[in-house]
């Protein structure tokens, strides 16, 4: 069974940073098409950023370009968001996703229709 599991979501101020970790669980990531994405309340979820298997492609959502930073360590089987500057509009559930890269047929977009599984989420508050 695929599994991602969210942590590091939490309160912080306007301005404060948060770092996120989704760590597979019972399989290696190595292989896998990552993306970070969010949900507000009564909103759509929306992408964030995503990263390829290497990690030498990376693309972000224009509201958290320059402030957001994905990374991964396959070693350590996880994928991180570094969030800096915080924005109390930036506060929502975010997730991770993944999709096996040797199953696109396209070039991916970051778009939730890319993945196929998703983990169960962390919030973030961000609240003075």
């Known amino acids: 069974q695929l599994q991602l599991v969210e942590s590091g979501g939490g309160l912080v101020q306007p301005g404060g940073s948060l770092r996120l970790s989704c760590a597979a669980s019972g399989f290696t990531l190595d292989y896998y098409y990552v993306g970070w994405f969010r949900q507000a309340p009564g909103k759509e979820r929306e992408g964030v950023s995503c990263i390829n298997s290497s990690g030498g492609s990376t693309n972000y959502a224009d509201s958290v370009k320059g402030r957001f930073t994905i990374s991964r360590d396959n070693a350590k089987n996880t994928v991180y968001l570094q969030m800096n500057s915080l924005k109390p509009e930036d506060a929502a559930v975010y997730y991770c996703?993944?999709?096996?890269?040797?199953?696109?047929?396209?070039?991916?977009?970051?778009?939730?229709?890319?993945?196929?599984?998703w983990g169960q989420g962390t919030q973030v508050t961000v609240s003075s």
């Open positions: 996703a993944g999709v096996g890269e040797w199953s696109l047929t396209v070039q991916p977009t970051c778009a939730v229709s890319d993945f196929d599984f």
